[in-house]
């Protein structure tokens, strides 16, 4: 399955930004999905997950309360809507499919999507 993800820029804090992966290929509704980040000089890491379905998800605590994973099958895209960005959001957001969501917080993926610039200056 081929990623594709989008919608990242430039934003002051407090902003809303919403991020979107449109998948390609194999059928979309097999894999779990994911989002990951990756800031400058750090190691890659778990932003939110969600089930085939849709019907459950699990965020990072640095993102809870703000950041919402949702999917749209029919589209065979994935979201991740952040809202009161901050400055420390900022980095390289990644989407990920896997074979389970919670398999996908330890960052087992499958397939790698392109990463989308997010920067949320102060």
């Known amino acids: 399955v081929q990623l594709q993800a989008s919608g990242g820029g430039l934003v002051q804090a407090g902003d809303s930004l919403k991020l979107a992966c449109a998948a390609s290929g194999r059928t979309f509704s097999s894999y779990a999905m994911g989002w990951f980040r990756q800031a400058p000089g750090k190691e890659r890491e778990f932003v939110a997950s969600?089930?085939?379905?849709?019907?459950?998800?699990y965020l990072a605590d640095s993102v809870k309360g703000r950041f919402t994973i949702s999917r749209d099958n029919a589209k065979n895209t994935v979201y991740l809507q952040m809202n009161s960005l901050k400055p420390e959001d900022t980095a390289v957001y990644y989407c990920a499919a896997g074979t389970w969501y919670l398999s996908l917080v330890r960052g087992r993926c499958d397939y790698w999507g392109q990463g989308t610039q997010v920067t949320v200056s102060s």
């Open positions: 969600i089930t085939k379905s849709g019907d459950s998800t």
